[in-house]
């Protein structure tokens, strides 16, 4: 029995934590939103009770990103996987070739997808080497319609932590690390991004696009899956995610108040440094990708002597500690370390690395 009052260390990859504030005001909100009489879960998209949610979680986002007006936010059901072919229907005509680097298994699923709507040239994979670095050394054709990249890996804790600019038009799945770092977001014409990592609940996907890429394919596009229809409509061609993207304009809020994505970057930064040189300090524990693209999202990890991660595993559940399970792809243990994980809940987790190396050694 967990008791509820002890405080849980949640290191899921996804969905994943959010901030306790937002828990609490969205809660309220399940009850009576705003005073209200009404629960946010009843109230109509088309009201002015909702409209102004939307409005503002737009605003937000645009103004976190510091977006130009070129550039439109959309929320969209169906995950960041239904991105993986909303994205070439849209920009990429069949006799068009659209590069890509494979960096993961969400790179490859983008891959797959784009293979059904024209040409894909990988420029670049990591694959041989079970996705443990971000390729340094490939070259983006010129008449490539677009070039799509993984920013962070979040199965494998990789991250680009230079965005490779070409002179193509960039696109990104930023699913697991939009909002951590200060990046050129304009630069790209695209980007995407699942909610329930770094943005708000599950059930909504945060579509970035420059509207000036749209128009330009011969195919028809099914009205649903066409991004000026979406724009046009404000994101409420049908009935939005309500829920889910009331959330996301609390957390937006959030960060806001903690300094926007320049702030939490400094933040994520000291995470990062903290857990991963306990992990190079401490002689059980090896990070498994190179150091130069570790990810400070998703810390990847292992032990050399694999009989004892079970151990380590109980022991972190024990003491409060969940979600440190590695992916299967990998093994040994991942801590995601999204914005709204707070600071000591890392310096209590290289408390833990050290007890059990102690108890261990
Ligand atoms: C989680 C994740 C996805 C898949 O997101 P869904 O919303 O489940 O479709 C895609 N790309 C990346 C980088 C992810 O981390």
Not at 89 to 103: Q, Y
Not at 139 to 151: G, S
Not at 242 to 270: D, P, S
Request: proline share 3%; aromatic share 10%.
């Amino acid at each position: 029995m967990i008791n509820t009052l002890e405080v849980i260390h949640n290191f899921n990859a996804g969905p994943s934590i959010l901030p306790k504030t937002v828990f609490e005001q969205a809660s309220q909100s399940v009850l009576n939103y705003n005073n209200t009489g009404l629960s946010i879960l009843e109230i109509g998209h088309r009201t002015n009770t909702f409209q102004p949610i939307m409005d503002e979680a737009r605003a937000l986002l645009k103004e976190l990103m510091k977006l130009d007006d070129d550039h439109e936010v959309l929320f969209l059901h169906g995950g960041a996987s239904t991105q993986f072919m909303q994205v070439p229907m849209n920009l990429l005509n069949e006799k068009e070739t659209a590069a890509f680097s494979d960096t993961g298994v969400w790179s490859s699923k983008a891959i797959k997808e784009a293979k059904l709507f024209g040409n894909v040239e990988v420029v670049c994979s990591s694959k041989e080497s079970n996705y443990n670095y971000i390729p340094k050394d490939f070259a983006v054709p010129n008449d490539a319609k677009y070039f799509h990249i993984t920013t962070n890996n979040t199965i494998y804790g990789t991250q680009w932590q230079k965005i490779p600019h070409t002179s193509n038009s960039m696109v990104a799945d930023m699913s697991s690390d939009i909002l951590s770092r200060e990046l050129e977001f304009n630069k790209f014409d695209l980007i995407y991004a699942g909610a329930q990592k770094n943005i708000g609940a599950a059930g909504v996907n945060v579509v970035v696009v420059n509207k000036n890429c749209l128009g330009k394919v011969k195919r028809s596009i099914p009205t649903i899956m066409d991004y000026r229809n979406h724009i046009k409509e404000g994101s409420m061609l049908n009935t939005p995610p309500v829920f889910a993207i009331y959330v996301c304009m609390l957390t937006l809020r959030w960060l806001k108040e903690q300094g926007g994505v320049a702030a939490i970057e400094k933040i994520n930064n000291e995470k990062a440094v903290l857990l991963y040189n306990e992990i190079d300090a401490n002689a059980l524990f090896t990070g498994t990708v190179a150091k130069e693209d570790r990810s400070k999202m998703n810390v990847c990890f292992v032990m050399d002597n694999a009989t004892i991660e079970e151990a380590f595993l109980t022991f972190a559940k024990e003491n409060n500690i969940i979600g440190i399970k590695g992916h299967r792809m990998v093994g040994g243990f991942r801590a995601s370390l999204y914005n709204a994980l707070p600071m000591e809940s890392v310096k209590y987790l290289v408390e833990l690395m050290k007890a059990f190396a102690l108890k261990y050694a």
